[in-house]
């Protein structure tokens, strides 16, 4: 199956930094979405973004498809931003694979 | 509208038990997945239903087992329950076209002991 990879897989910023995100997969796919898991468990849907940019806010997202890799850009991270961001694509319909997630603590 | 609504939150169960989870996906959304989270495995897809039906399996084996109503809730069994089949299940609902945009719930923590 499909492998996707996450990298870094821990990142420790102070609050107002900047932060890039990487996410690599080894075959084509026809969708690409980002989450942020927060300390409650709960899955956010940051980005649906299988090519292109995408802005929302403090946060961006770029996914080159050709070259399967997909970057996420924190700006000016605030101490909420922390938690985990998983990475996930799909192949088929109804099912995603996702990569190890990258925890993302901000300190103030 | 509503989120995705899990029942219950939490679970404790104990070794040989089966457990029943429940779904309510966003309104209009017909496609329900469930994942399954620990530590170990990370976020592992278990099966994804559309319009009642099975579309979509993952590697478990065949304790674990779901279905959808006509109203598109879902709800997944795992029965002979394993110290291992502790973890975080999550549900995600979707419109149900070809890789669409996933809004998942709370999850529900089930602890087996």
């Known amino acids: 199956g499909i492998q996707v990879e996450q990298s870094p897989p821990d990142l420790i910023l102070q609050e107002g930094a900047n932060s890039t995100l990487r996410c690599n997969f080894s075959d084509s796919v026809n969708n690409l979405q980002w989450f942020h898991q927060n300390p409650w468990g709960q899955l956010i849907n940051l980005f649906y973004?299988?090519?292109g940019t995408k802005q929302n806010g403090r946060l961006s997202a770029t996914t080159v498809a050709t070259e399967r890799y997909s970057l996420l850009y924190i700006s000016s991270s605030q101490t909420t931003d922390s938690g985990v961001y998983f990475c996930a694509v799909g192949t088929n319909a109804g099912k995603s694979t996702f990569g190890d997630g990258t925890t993302l603590t901000v300190k103030p | 509208k509503a989120g995705v609504t899990q029942t219950p939150r939490y679970l404790i169960k104990t070794r040989g038990q089966q457990v029943t989870l429940s779904c309510s996906p966003i309104s209009g959304h017909r496609s329900v997945s469930w994942y399954q989270q620990t530590p170990g495995q990370g976020l592992q897809f278990l099966f994804e239903?559309?319009?009642?039906?099975?579309?979509n399996k993952g590697n478990f084996p065949g304790r674990f087992s779901g279905r959808q109503f006509s109203n598109s809730r879902s709800e997944m069994n795992v029965s002979t329950l394993e110290l291992g089949d502790s973890a975080l299940y999550l549900c995600?609902?979707?419109?149900?076209?070809?890789?669409?945009?996933?809004?998942f719930g709370s999850g529900t923590q089930l602890s087996v002991l």
């Open positions: 995600a609902s979707s419109l149900g076209g070809q890789g669409e945009k996933l809004f």
């Open positions: 239903y559309f319009s009642e039906t099975q579309r």
């Open positions: 973004i299988p090519s």
